[in-house]
């Protein structure tokens, strides 16, 4: 895809968020969290179970469960202003870490180790379509920051943004999809939320979702793969639009991500996290 063509900087205050643990309800307001929702159920024992969730049911001759619609993707591109139709696409991301989590003391007595903090100097969103990260690869201890932001009301700095109207499409995926159309405006930075992700868990995130670009976390030296599934057309401002900030003052802090022990998703073992429960 082309880069945008147009990018908006705003100058602002400090603001310091603290990151938590990714679950399904808290970002839903944003998007799907995709993850295995019974990671203690084995598929020779799903015909048991009276009811599963996503409408779950036995497949492959018994030796699956087929979770149904656990994501909702949405293209939008009929109402682009360039009348350009969107098409699927499919891309490897390749995400080099770029922060990590502190680790918790061994010992009670001992302070807690000082958070790490990552500057977000950039936002984006993609007005037409849902765009879907799923890992590929996680090796152990190895997580991805998830940053987003609601949408403030239209103002005349962002009168020229191309969004659409409505959830009007040509295959009906509207009736499906769950959540209101954020609108035209720039990034609500009073409700940024940060969200830490394991390898065992995918994200939409919704159309006209404002978000960081990837985030991978982990040690220095390692990355993290991502298939990244969205529609585009290949104009730039209506496949992506960026707002990017800059501290308010020299020297100063601008938007900044704190990750601290307990930012860190609780695993339970080989078959799924805790987060996979809820």
């Not at 179970?49 to 699956?64: K, M, R, T």
């Not at 958070?115 to 990260?133: G, I, N």
């Not at 799923?134 to 962002?158: G, M, W």
Request: aromatic fraction near 6%; charge should be negative; include cysteine.
């Amino acid at each position: 895809m082309p880069s945008p063509t147009k990018n908006i900087t705003l100058t602002v205050a400090k603001l310091v968020v603290e990151a938590v643990p990714l679950t399904r309800e808290a970002f839903a307001p944003f998007g799907d969290v995709i993850n295995n929702p019974r990671p203690d159920l084995h598929p020779s024992s799903a015909t048991s179970v009276p009811s599963l969730p996503f409408d779950g049911i036995s497949a492959n001759q018994g030796s699956a469960i087929k979770y149904q619609h656990v994501s909702h993707q949405i293209n939008l591109y009929p109402q682009a202003p360039s009348a350009v139709p969107g098409v699927s696409v499919m891309n490897i991301f390749i995400c080099a870490s770029r922060i990590s989590i502190p680790t918790s003391s061994a010992s009670l007595s001992q302070p807690p180790p000082p958070a790490t903090a990552f500057p977000v100097r950039v936002l984006e969103r993609h007005p037409f379509t849902t765009q879907t990260f799923i890992p590929l690869s996680a090796p152990e201890n190895q997580h991805y920051l998830v940053i987003v932001a609601p949408t403030l009301p239209p103002a005349d700095a962002d009168a020229d943004l191309p969004v659409p109207a409505n959830l009007r499409t040509t295959d009906q995926a509207e009736a499906s999809y769950p959540r209101p159309l954020p609108g035209r405006g720039l990034p609500d930075l009073s409700g940024l939320r940060a969200f830490v992700a394991t390898g065992k868990q995918a994200v939409t995130y919704g159309a006209g979702t404002w978000h960081a670009p990837m985030v991978a976390v982990g040690k220095p030296g390692t990355a993290l793969d991502f298939l990244v599934v969205q529609f585009a057309n290949g104009v730039g401002e209506e496949d992506c639009q960026e707002i990017y900030f800059k501290a308010e003052g020299e020297g100063k802090q601008g938007v900044v991500v704190e990750l601290t022990p307990a930012s860190k998703p609780q695993d339970l073992g080989p078959m799924g996290s805790r987060l996979a429960r809820l």
